[in-house]
């Protein structure tokens, strides 16, 4: 990686592979922008983001609460205001909820987090990322995507609810908007690619009371450290290996097959289709 000169934003960096891939990417002598939910703790995280940079290299933070879309539109705005330049843009906040919860937009949680939290940013920034030259957006997705299908009818999970299956089908939603992502970037020197990390020793799913809390406690031993989950993000972000897989699905630094249902390039249009219908119902215009 050029050293001073890539501006990297991360979402959901202040904590887990998020952040241990923020280090490493600093430590590559890049400039780190992060985006977290809480003001004390993005300070945290970009002082030890700090400690790794090389150079002039700096960290830029930002607080947002990815699940509001007028937070994400802030969020932009304030990031085109801020950043002259974007060369990587990586979508990994995310998140699983074992109840059904609603936003103040009218949008069951998990999908406004997971699918259009970074389907919308990603549009905000695309003018400013295709400006900057040849850019990368990185977006994490799961194995759990497999035997998932994106319920079409019942987008806002009205009819019915699970936890896992609804993180399932955002999982599936991340790969798609990643696979039409890279279909419109074709011939702009835009690539996008999307990687599943692993079982991770992370916080994640910690946010579903005393039962899931143990549940992930009992799997620690069977999991990777942060930074083990971290490599393949690393990796899209920062090495020319990377650029040929644009549109691509990685584990382990290797491209593989997702599922068929992540495969379907009709779905991953109409995906794209009712993604901006819903952003656009909580617009500046609507």
């Known amino acids: 990686m050029?050293?001073?000169?890539?501006?990297?934003?991360?979402?959901?960096?202040?904590?887990?592979?998020?952040l241990a891939a923020a280090e490493a990417l600093a430590g590559l002598g890049g400039n780190i922008a992060i985006v977290g939910r809480s003001e004390p703790r993005c300070r945290v995280a970009a002082a030890t983001i700090g400690a790794r940079l090389r150079g002039p290299a700096e960290v830029a933070t930002f607080v947002a609460d990815l699940q509001s879309q007028a937070a994400v539109r802030t969020l932009a705005r304030d990031v085109l205001?801020?950043?002259?330049?974007?060369?990587?843009?990586?979508?990994?906040?995310?998140?699983?909820?074992?109840?059904?919860?609603?936003?103040?937009?009218?949008i069951e949680l998990t999908w406004a987090l997971n699918h259009l939290a970074p389907f919308l940013l990603t549009d905000l920034l695309l003018e400013r990322l295709r400006a900057s030259g040849p850019f990368r957006v990185i977006t994490t997705a799961s194995e759990a995507h497999r035997g998932a299908h994106i319920p079409f009818d019942d987008l806002n999970a009205e009819r019915s609810y699970g936890g896992f299956a609804r993180y399932k089908e955002t999982k599936l939603a991340n790969i798609l908007f990643t696979r039409?992502?890279?279909?419109?970037?074709?011939?702009?020197?835009?690539?996008?690619?999307?990687?599943?990390?692993?079982?991770v020793a992370s916080n994640f799913?910690?946010?579903?009371?005393?039962?899931?809390?143990?549940?992930?406690?009992?799997?620690?031993?069977?999991?990777?450290?942060?930074?083990?989950g971290a490599e393949t993000l690393i990796w899209l972000a920062s090495s020319p290996d990377a650029i040929g897989g644009s549109g691509g699905y990685f584990i382990d630094r290797q491209r593989r097959s997702p599922s068929p249902q992540a495969q379907d390039p009709d779905a991953a249009r109409r995906l794209w289709e009712v993604s901006e219908r819903q952003c656009a119902q909580t617009g500046p215009d609507a």
Do not use: C, K, W
């Not at 001073?4 to 960096?13: C, H, K, M, S």
């Open 81 to 106: 205001a801020r950043l002259g330049q974007i060369d990587v843009l990586i979508n990994n906040a995310g998140a699983m909820y074992t109840s059904r919860q609603v936003t103040g937009d009218g």
């Open 205 to 228: 799913n910690r946010n579903n009371g005393v039962l899931m809390n143990l549940a992930m406690t009992m799997l620690r031993p069977l999991s990777r450290s942060v930074e083990a």
């Open 180 to 199: 039409e992502l890279a279909r419109r970037l074709e011939g702009s020197g835009g690539t996008a690619s999307s990687f599943h990390p692993g079982l």
């Open 2 to 18: 050029p050293s001073a000169a890539r501006q990297i934003l991360i979402t959901g960096a202040t904590s887990g592979i998020g």
